[in-house]
Structures are given as C-alpha cells and as structure tokens.
T-cell receptor, first 112, second 115 residues
Framework: GEDVEQSLFLSVREGDSSVINCTYTDSSSTYLYWYKQEPGAGLQLLTYIFSNMDMKQDQRLTVLLNKKDKHLSLRIADTQTGDSAIYFCAEYDGGATNKLIFGTGTLLAVQP | DVKVTQSSRYLVKRTGEKVFLECVQDMDHENMFWYRQDPGLGLRLIYFSYDVKMKEKGDIPEGYSVSREKKERFSLILESASTNQTSMYLC??????????????FGSGTRLTVV
C-alpha cells in the first residue's frame, strides 16, 4: 500500500538552512504537498509541487522533487525560531484511494 | 478567508458519554475528513465523506460514527467515549481530486480529554 516516510526530528540553529526529507511510494502521485503545524493548531498548507516539476521556489522555501527516487524535500533558508513546528509531507493518490496520504511528520526545532 | 471551523478547541468528557465534534466549512467543498493525531503516530483517518449523506470508513473507524446531513457540516460522534479516545481531532475539507493545488484545508483541531 501507499506509505510516506519522514524522519521524526530535526534540530538546526537560527539562521542556518533546514532540509526536511520525505520518501513516497506511489509513482502515479500528481500533487505533493508540504504542511506546517504549529503547537496546538491545525495543519496549514505551505506549498505544493506538481509531478511534472523538479523544483519550486517560494520566498525562503524550496521544494525539490526526484521522481526517479520518489524523494521530496523542503528547504527552508535562513531558518527562524518561528519556523519551529511539525512539517508533514503528503502525496495525492489519484488512483487507488483518491485521498492525500500523509507522512508521520518531522518536528523541526530551531535553536537561538 | 476560507475556513474550516471546529466547534470546540478543548473538550473534557466522562467515560461513557456520547460526544459530538462538529466541523463546518464555507468553501462548498465536496470532500470532508476526520483525523485523530497522537504523538508519534501522525495523522490517522477515522472517516471521510465525498458527498452529502455519504460516508466511508478510514483506517481507524472503530468506536466512531459520522453524520453529513448538509454539504457544509460533518460531525464526528463518539458513541460511548473511552479514555483511549483522548486525542487531538482534526477536521479537513477539499474540493475534487484531493483539492489539487489547494490540497486539504484543516480546522484548528479539538483537543478531547476523556476522564
């Protein structure tokens, strides 16, 4: 079945770049997403990438997609303490389930 | 600003009580979802609905039921609350095709404690 995997924890210093990685299994995924969840809140869509793209940049965020390896990454430049949160990647499985499949989330801790 | 609104941020209920969690969206979305979130387990899908009066079981439906009488409202029901249902509950909605570039829109969550 579908599976989306992420590492559980990442710690960086303020001002450094953060790279959060995700692997997925469904090669037919059309959309892939990154969500951010701040403490005690719901998930907020940060960005998405369509499967015919390799890279997407949006201000401090850069998404890289390697379809051959089914690998997705989110790079946050100049990481700030306000970026501390849980980050979820998700793939849209338009075939079997017609739903988003979420990873387990990566907790990003930004040290001042 | 489009919204998914969950009726309560925090709830405390007693074991055996019937509990209703309400979710309303104002985006005319076809699809609505209920998840629970527990530390280390990520998001687990309880139930979802593709249309009014339709419902489908997710990965962990046991102990829960849902109701969707109107397009904008999706209710999660705990028939007899138990302590192992203490969790954060998240409602989400989307347009067709998983929402495409918009993905799912989530509510702020309801932190339920069963004592």
């Amino acid at each position: 079945g579908e599976d989306v995997e992420q590492s559980l924890f990442l710690s960086v210093r303020e001002g450094d770049s953060s790279v959060i990685n995700c692997t997925y299994t469904d090669s037919s995924s059309t959309y892939l997403y990154w969500y951010k969840q701040e403490p005690g809140a719901g998930l907020q869509l940060l960005t998405y990438i369509f499967s015919n793209m390799d890279m997407k940049q949006d201000q401090r965020l850069t998404v890289l997609l390697n379809k051959k390896d089914k690998h997705l990454s989110l790079r946050i430049a100049d990481t700030q303490t306000g970026d501390s949160a849980i980050y979820f990647c998700a793939e849209y499985d338009g075939g079997a389930t017609n739903k988003l499949i979420f990873g387990t989330g990566t907790l990003l801790a930004v040290q001042p | 600003d489009v919204k998914v609104t969950q009726s309560s941020r925090y709830l405390v209920k007693r074991t055996g009580e019937k509990v209703f969690l309400e979710c309303v969206q104002d985006m005319d979305h076809e699809n609505m979802f209920w998840y629970r979130q527990d530390p280390g387990l990520g998001l687990r899908l309880i139930y979802f609905s593709y249309d009014v009066k339709m419902k489908e079981k997710g990965d962990i439906p046991e102990g829960y039921s849902v109701s969707r009488e109107k397009k904008e409202r999706f209710s999660l029901i705990l028939e007899s609350a138990s302590t192992n249902q203490t969790s954060m509950y998240l409602c989400a909605s989307s347009g067709v095709g998983g929402g495409r570039g918009n993905g799912y829109t989530f509510g702020s969550g309801t932190r339920l404690t069963v004592v």
